[in-house]
């Protein structure tokens, strides 16, 4: 029999889905895969019925019905502050996770270079090799997750052809001020290189942090792919709504990646989303509001514990330093944890160059009944 591809060999299948099957399988409480365990708006699940109940059923325009286009470009320019056609600029795809690839596979040739942060999330190294790019880590070194100018500037002028920004960041919990972000802009204009841009915790941020779109930073508009999506901020992360926002010419070639990838997202969910968009600004504020008092919670009972571990500015997760308990391996680490503790978290070598043990991610995107469960487990961690 004929090989399979060579680019399959060079990376596995999503670390973290694979926790979350372990945890199914010993009864523990999910801390590994980053969904909410509550239901999204009442208005919003309504939306969804009344659009399966007035015959939304068949494709939509493949890059995104006219009125989530017009919706989201109305809610994108609220908040980024840039005028945003929704005819020429916006590509509607199957969740973020589409969109990057989307990105990725629209800038890049084989044989290019993509920047990446690491700890990155790991679907970005994968879509570099799916697209036939080689991917190049800087490093965000822990605990405060900062990076070196000049490796930065080592990695830009090596000759990248693009570089992924997920900004607050997954896994890490950074948000990246403006003045770093300016130092990003200033190397991407130098040196030529396209941003890709992951943004689906624009809305998950505690303060005094804020989050900076890359695309409004002067002169960024033109060489930023904006990716994000409607999962982390409404609660829906099986619906799988995302897309990518960049200039009419960027936009003309993303669409055509996507079609060929999976022709449209669902018909009826795009049409109830709208309903979302349409949220008074107290929503976003709320949203923030409650994330931060979950982030307080289970830090809470890590401080009980005694465990090492760096406060997240933005987005649901905390990176936890494993090292005093002395394995080797921190997906042995995790398993055990899954198995005798009762928590899954995700193994933090899934994040990193390879040679880094020494972290677990655990993630607050749960009711405060459940993370007091999960925190009553946790305890026995305690020495």
């Given at each position: 029999?004929?090989?399979?591809?060579?680019?399959?060999?060079?990376f596995?299948?999503?670390?973290?889905?694979?926790?979350?099957?372990?945890?199914?399988?010993?009864?523990?409480?999910?801390?590994?895969q980053?969904?909410p365990?509550?239901?999204?708006?009442?208005?919003?699940?309504?939306?969804?019925?009344?659009?399966?109940?007035t015959?939304?059923?068949?494709?939509a325009?493949?890059?995104?019905?006219?009125?989530?286009?017009?919706?989201?470009?109305?809610?994108?320019?609220?908040?980024?502050?840039?005028?945003?056609?929704?005819?020429?600029?916006l590509?509607?795809?199957?969740?973020?996770?589409?969109?990057?690839?989307?990105?990725?596979?629209?800038?890049?040739?084989?044989?290019?270079?993509?920047?990446?942060?690491?700890p990155?999330?790991?679907?970005?190294?994968?879509?570099?090799?799916?697209?036939?790019?080689t991917?190049?880590?800087?490093?965000?070194?822990?605990?405060?997750?900062?990076?070196?100018?000049?490796?930065?500037?080592?990695?830009?002028?090596?000759?990248?052809?693009?570089?992924?920004?997920?900004?607050?960041?997954?896994?890490?919990?950074?948000?990246?001020?403006?003045?770093?972000?300016l130092?990003?802009?200033?190397?991407?204009?130098?040196?030529?290189?396209?941003?890709?841009?992951?943004?689906?915790?624009?809305?998950?941020?505690?303060?005094?942090?804020?989050?900076?779109?890359?695309?409004?930073?002067?002169?960024?508009?033109?060489?930023?792919?904006?990716?994000?999506?409607?999962?982390?901020?409404?609660?829906?992360?099986?619906?799988r709504?995302?897309?990518?926002?960049?200039?009419?010419?960027?936009?003309?070639?993303?669409?055509?990646?996507?079609?060929?990838?999976?022709?449209?997202?669902?018909?009826?969910?795009?049409?109830?989303?709208?309903?979302?968009?349409?949220?008074p600004?107290s929503?976003?504020?709320?949203?923030?509001?409650?994330?931060?008092?979950?982030?307080?919670?289970?830090?809470?009972?890590?401080?009980?514990?005694?465990?090492?571990?760096?406060?997240?500015?933005?987005?649901?997760?905390?990176?936890?330093?494993?090292?005093?308990?002395?394995?080797?391996?921190?997906?042995?680490?995790?398993?055990?944890?899954?198995?005798?503790?009762?928590?899954?978290?995700v193994?933090?070598?899934?994040?990193?160059?390879?040679?880094?043990?020494?972290?677990?991610?655990?993630?607050?995107?749960?009711?405060?009944?459940?993370?007091?469960?999960?925190?009553?487990?946790?305890?026995?961690?305690?020495?």
């Amino acid at each position: 029999m004929p090989r399979t591809s060579q680019r399959t060999s060079v990376f596995s299948e999503s670390v973290i889905r694979g926790m979350s099957r372990i945890a199914t399988q010993h009864n523990a409480i999910n801390l590994a895969q980053g969904f909410p365990d509550w239901d999204p708006p009442a208005e919003l699940i309504q939306a969804a019925k009344d659009a399966m109940d007035t015959g939304r059923h068949q494709y939509a325009v493949t890059w995104g019905s006219p009125e989530l286009r017009a919706a989201l470009a109305a809610k994108l320019e609220r908040f980024i502050g840039i005028p945003i056609d929704a005819g020429s600029e916006l590509v509607v795809c199957c969740g973020a996770t589409e969109a990057m690839i989307v990105a990725m596979m629209t800038v890049c040739d084989p044989g290019d270079k993509v920047g990446l942060f690491s700890p990155f999330y790991e679907n970005y190294s994968a879509d570099a090799i799916l697209s036939g790019a080689t991917p190049v880590l800087v490093p965000l070194h822990p605990p405060h997750y900062r990076f070196d100018p000049a490796e930065l500037r080592t990695a830009f002028a090596g000759g990248l052809k693009a570089f992924v920004l997920c900004n607050p960041s997954n896994p890490c919990g950074r948000v990246f001020t403006r003045a770093e972000l300016l130092q990003i802009a200033a190397l991407a204009e130098e040196f030529d290189v396209w941003i890709i841009t992951d943004e689906v915790y624009e809305h998950i941020v505690f303060p005094p942090h804020e989050h900076v779109y890359f695309a409004a930073l002067p002169g960024m508009a033109k060489r930023t792919l904006s990716c994000s999506s409607l999962s982390k901020t409404f609660s829906i992360t099986g619906w799988r709504i995302g897309h990518v926002h960049a200039p009419p010419e960027i936009i003309a070639q993303a669409r055509k990646v996507h079609d060929f990838l999976t022709v449209g997202a669902a018909a009826p969910l795009q049409h109830a989303v709208v309903t979302a968009l349409n949220f008074p600004k107290s929503y976003y504020t709320d949203l923030a509001a409650e994330y931060g008092r979950s982030r307080e919670i289970l830090l809470g009972y890590l401080d009980q514990i005694g465990l090492t571990y760096t406060r997240p500015e933005g987005a649901y997760f905390v990176m936890v330093d494993i090292s005093p308990f002395g394995y080797a391996s921190d997906v042995e680490f995790a398993h055990w944890m899954t198995r005798e503790i009762g928590v899954a978290p995700v193994p933090g070598s899934s994040f990193f160059a390879p040679g880094e043990n020494r972290y677990i991610r655990l993630n607050f995107a749960k009711k405060p009944a459940t993370l007091h469960a999960a925190g009553e487990r946790l305890l026995k961690l305690k020495r």
